[in-house]
């Protein structure tokens, strides 16, 4: 029974969940494909630094070639992150006829097509379940799962980071700095953080998501990102008093063929089933038009539960390695790319406007709204102390982003208006 060899690229957070798993789960993994799995050659940056799991220092390495042209080995697993030299060495390594496992998104969202087609060329499997939504196996889902439906909409909190720190916030009032060290230190968050807060993390995770789940090209570009680093304390308040909760939501929907891809702090109506989903928890909701709602929650980062994934799609590999079919999973899209235009977008909208508080600011306000068809759900209005104007916030009704956006443009001309301070998508109430 000859045991699979296993090459590492990175033992970090995940490396090292994965050589654990492997370790600790090795009877399933036998049972399940009938030989041993052994660990032959893991690629880090310093081979004298301190490692998580125990490991010989002859099964280091700091060159590369150990790993992707090593005849021993017959699955690589890239988990050191990084893009473009990463997607040299996964070239080299499919080109040496490796499967590839990887938990690499940046990679995925950007060099996803070619590498699979790469991968397809050399009869070789690529898999990536542990880029979108760490321990959640959503892409099997898609792709296996829900097969036969046709999806038309997920809302995905697919940023373990982001969810986190707005869900302390929220809950506990901490400030955004301190817990964003937390998260990074628990190991949440990205080497440079800064693609968690901005969205761009969540952004590719949906670019990947929408791929699958609609079976088109979908670039990065296609999705339009904002971040929560301009996210206030007073935001997540006055979200509070109106019923909502504000998560960093990404929305892909297909209507008539079409799509919208964004990454947002949006508001959520407080019952909504997304809204429970706290700390570094993800959770991806997809709705199919004959299966209906479905939900799939857990855990979104951090080392086991992200190796996992990873382990499980090593898994996948062995048994088409049992039946000899690698490479022959990857299916292209069934459909060319078309993008709604911002007229053909409808949300719900929250806003926070500081205005004079004299006779008829607020009708001001109002008709330029209606002007527009555009209504309002909820709306509060509370002096400010100790000055002349008064703090709006409002809830429309649906309106499309090209109405919005133009709304917004003549509020902030608007005499009595002091300021828009803050505007946030709203989803969730009601239809989907
Ligand atoms: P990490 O803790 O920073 O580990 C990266 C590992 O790769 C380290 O062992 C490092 O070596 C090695 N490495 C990095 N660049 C290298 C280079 N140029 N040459 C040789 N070795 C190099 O990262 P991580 O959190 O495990 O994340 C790994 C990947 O998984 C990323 O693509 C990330 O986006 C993805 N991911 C992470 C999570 C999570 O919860 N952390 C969840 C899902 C997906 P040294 O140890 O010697 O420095
Ligand atoms: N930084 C990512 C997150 C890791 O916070 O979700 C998992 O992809």
Do not use: W
Not at 116 to 145: K, W
Request: charge should be negative; aromatic fraction near 6%; hydrophobic fraction near 40%.
């Amino acid at each position: 029974m000859k045991a699979i060899h296993v090459g590492l690229l990175g033992l970090g957070t995940v490396g090292s969940g994965v050589v654990k798993i492997i370790e600790d789960h090795q009877d399933k993994l036998m049972h399940q494909v009938g030989c041993p799995v052994k660990v032959k050659k893991v690629l880090v940056k310093n081979i004298e630094k301190d490692r998580q799991v125990h490991i010989s220092k002859e099964m280091l390495t700091t060159n590369v070639e150990d790993v992707i042209n090593n005849p021993d080995i017959d699955v690589v697993i890239e988990v050191m992150g990084g893009v473009e030299e990463t997607r040299d060495h996964l070239i080299s390594a499919l080109k040496a006829k490796k499967h590839v496992v990887t938990a690499n998104k940046d990679l995925m969202a950007v060099y996803g097509t070619e590498l699979l087609s790469i991968a397809t060329e050399n009869g070789c499997d690529l898999f990536y379940e542990a880029s979108v939504a760490g321990g959640i196996p959503i892409l099997r889902s898609l792709v296996d799962g829900l097969a036969s439906d046709r999806i038309t909409k997920m809302m995905g909190i697919v940023n373990g980071t982001t969810n986190f720190i707005l869900t302390k916030m929220s809950k506990l009032g901490s400030a955004y700095d301190e817990v964003l060290k937390e998260a990074q230190d628990l190991g949440y968050a990205e080497s440079d953080p800064t693609s968690d807060v901005e969205g761009l993390d969540a952004a590719r995770k949906m670019a990947i998501l929408a791929r699958l789940g609609f079976s088109m090209h979908v670039d990065l570009e296609d999705v339009s990102v904002k971040g929560i680093s301009s996210v206030t304390d007073d935001d997540i308040s006055y979200s509070k008093r109106l019923g909502y909760t504000m998560k960093l939501i990404g929305i892909a929907q297909r209507e008539n063929g079409k799509i919208e891809v964004a990454v947002e702090p949006t508001l959520l109506p407080e019952t909504h089933p997304l809204a429970a989903v706290n700390d570094e928890f993800n959770a991806v909701y997809v709705y199919g038009e004959a299966v209906g709602e479905t939900m799939f929650y857990g855990p979104g980062a951090g080392s086991l539960p992200t190796a996992t994934a990873v382990v499980s799609d090593l898994v996948g590999v062995m048994k088409n390695m049992r039946l000899g079919v690698n490479g022959r999973s990857a299916v292209a899209p069934q459909f060319a790319k078309e993008l709604k235009s911002p007229e053909h977008i409808y949300a719900q909208h929250f806003l926070r406007i500081t205005a004079k508080d004299q006779v008829g600011a607020f009708s001001n306000i109002t008709s330029l709204f209606s002007e527009r068809g555009v209504s309002f759900e909820k709306i509060l209005q509370l002096p400010i102390k100790n000055s002349n104007l008064a703090e709006i916030v409002i809830v429309t009704h649906k309106a499309s982003h090209s109405d919005f956006e133009e709304i917004l443009q003549r509020l902030n001309d608007l005499q009595v208006v002091e300021e828009v301070k803050s505007t946030y998508r709203v989803e969730g109430n009601g239809s989907i």
